[in-house]
């Protein structure tokens, strides 16, 4: 029989007063600019004080790209554009001959990240060598990496509809460090719209040379961090982390003051309610997300990386919530240990079931080098009919609205029902994590995706590979996992200790299924397959006779990585069990 589900009675005081008034301050005030990114921090903290609620400004220096305009010459005219930060400063244009690498535009959001869709005959270096590339889609960074090692001097993406996005091409998640910059973008890269695009691959099959122009400004801004930390009565030191960017592109009222205004009220709420919590809640809004790729976010795994080893209990981001006609939860990110949690804290809230994903590698999750699990960035969107009926492509927040990082994310995108519901999903999440007194995450739903997914590299590298001990060590570990499960469930492990173990499997088992980095490193950001270290297995078989050699070393040290982390997560289970 199912446990019925029940609200927190803290849940049923969240209001729409605050945090509609920020929607609605934030929805004339643009916050991509350093300067005026720090305004929006001072709005957040100024509201904070009026409520009573004590916050932290931190203010860190984080290595920004701000776009601030570019376009298109050809055959005498100026085709309009935007350069997604982190291009190149090009003022002067950059000229050269149009080469057209056909893709195909995402169906859902679970492809939208991918690399490049296109026939990889097509894209070949001596094809790009010195030129400019035109193709489909945003101007996400695997995909201009790729052109740029293939020699183009310039990339044009042409987006799906009538109207240019913002975004950002570099991988390196957060402020470079020496390891990183080399992989910093180095040539211009620009989106036009899709009419302007369709000409201008028109043009490229005859030929045609045009030139690219950027202006962009980079370096280090100082730039406002504030963070609210609600000190829990029972275990203080521990926390949860609800996070979510308020910089944005223009004034981006669905990405993100709709989050900004759902952290608002999670934080009065929480503090009015401060000594009912077990936990310590802390909330923090991120500068640097668009123009720094996280910046904000990374810049404080870096300087709290060893409190949130120690103590980081989950990590919940917000972004887009509360959008309009956003009434299903689907593609909702989590973690497969916390998917039956968020789950019924969604159905408790709304009634309604809802389906999720892995989080992909975005939407400050900082966190996963460090080991948290985590769930939420896209939580509530737009039905797939609904979108389909009004002809609308795949996006990366806004709930589905093709606003999406354009100067029409406006605040009728932002919808007050939803919002408001969508705020008491997020209370309800959280104060569950809070107050349980064993923290309600499943690490068996972690080991059966293990296996599932062994079982399918396994099942593509047929017999280039044998992935026999990975499995193995996984069903230990899923043994050992069930064995302390039980005697958690029968009471035989004290809160503190099982706690303990819950959270330390997260260190180990979070790294090992989203980064192939080390740990308090940053993965790019680019998508990452899940047990990342043993991914090569599905493309070993269509390799080059050449490359099986290494593809197969690769594979023995990434699974020695997955075996290692199994036993050491047997070994935590056994100092409980
Ligand atoms: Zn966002």
């Known amino acids: 029989m199912q446990k019925k589900l029940v609200t927190d009675p803290i849940v049923e005081t969240i209001s729409l007063k605050a945090p509609w008034k920020l929607v609605e301050i934030f929805s004339t005030m643009p916050r991509w600019q350093p300067k005026d990114v720090n305004k929006g921090a001072d709005v957040i903290v100024k509201m904070l004080r009026q409520q009573g609620v004590p916050v932290t400004i931190h203010k860190p220096s984080i290595y920004l790209s701000i776009p601030f305009g570019a376009e298109v010459r050809i055959a005498g005219g100026v085709i309009a554009a935007k350069p997604p930060a982190y291009s190149r400063d090009c003022r002067r244009g950059i000229e050269g001959e149009l080469v057209y690498v056909p893709a195909t535009y995402s169906k859902s959001v679970g492809t939208l990240f991918a690399k490049t869709q296109e026939d990889p005959s097509l894209s070949a270096r001596a094809r790009l060598a010195g030129k400019i590339v ?48 080399p992989r910093k973008p180095g040539i211009p890269v620009v989106a036009v719209n899709n009419a ?134 689907k593609d909702v990110s989590w973690m497969p240990e916390t998917e039956a949690y968020v789950k019924s804290a969604i159905k408790a809230v709304t009634g309604l079931d809802s389906q999720g994903e892995r ?22 969107t737009m039905p797939d009919a609904l979108r389909a009926e009004k002809g609308y492509y795949t996006v990366g927040g806004c709930g589905g609205n093709i606003a999406w990082h354009t100067e029409h994310d406006l605040i009728d995108i932002a919808d007050k029902d939803l919002l408001l519901r969508d705020i008491k999903v997020y209370a309800q999440a959280v104060l569950g994590i809070a107050n349980a007194k064993i923290l309600p995450f499943d690490w068996t739903a972690a080991t059966k995706e293990f296996a599932e997914t062994v079982e399918r590299y396994q099942k593509a590298a047929g017999s280039a590979f044998d992935l026999g001990p990975a499995k193995q060590a996984i069903q230990e570990l899923d043994r050992a996992v069930r064995r302390f499960r039980r005697a958690v469930q029968a009471g035989k492990i004290d809160a503190d200790q099982a706690n303990a173990v819950i959270m330390g499997l997260a260190r180990i088992l979070v790294p090992i299924n989203s980064t192939r980095e080390a740990r308090f490193r940053h993965d790019p950001a680019v998508p990452i397959p899940p047990l990342p270290t043993l991914s090569v297995a599905d493309d070993i078989r ?36």
């Open 134 to 181: 035109v193709s489909e889609g945003f101007a996400f960074p695997g995909k201009m990496l790729e052109f740029e090692q293939k020699g183009a001097i310039a990339s044009i993406a042409v987006n799906p509809g009538a109207d240019i996005h913002w975004g950002i091409c570099t991988s390196i998640w957060g402020t470079p460090d020496l390891d990183d910059l």
């Open 196 to 329: 302007d695009g369709r000409e201008l691959i028109a043009r490229a099959k005859t030929g045609s040379r045009a030139s690219v122009v950027t202006t962009m400004e980079e370096g280090w801004y100082q730039q406002k961090v504030p963070v609210v930390e609600i000190r829990g009565q029972r275990e203080p030191e521990k926390f949860v982390l609800v996070h979510g960017h308020y910089d944005s592109w223009d004034v981006g009222v669905g990405d993100n003051a709709t989050g900004n205004a759902t952290l608002l009220e999670l934080a009065r709420v929480f503090w009015k309610h401060r000594k009912s919590l077990r936990r310590s809640v802390r909330i923090a809004w991120w500068p640097g997300h668009s123009t720094g790729r996280y910046a904000g976010s990374t810049w404080y795994a870096d300087a709290f990386a060893i409190d949130l080893d120690e103590n980081c209990v989950a990590q919940v981001n917000c972004d887009s919530p509360g959008c309009r006609w956003a009434t299903v939860f």
């Open 542 to 577: 269509a390799m080059p006779k050449e490359l099986m050699g290494f593809a197969q070393t690769q594979l023995a040290r990434g699974q020695n990585r997955v075996v290692a982390a199994m036993r050491g997560a047997i070994q935590l289970i056994a100092t409980a069990t």
């Open 359 to 380: 989080p992909h590698r975005a939407g400050d999750y900082a966190f996963n080098n460090i080991g948290i699990s985590s769930f939420f960035m896209l939580s509530s």
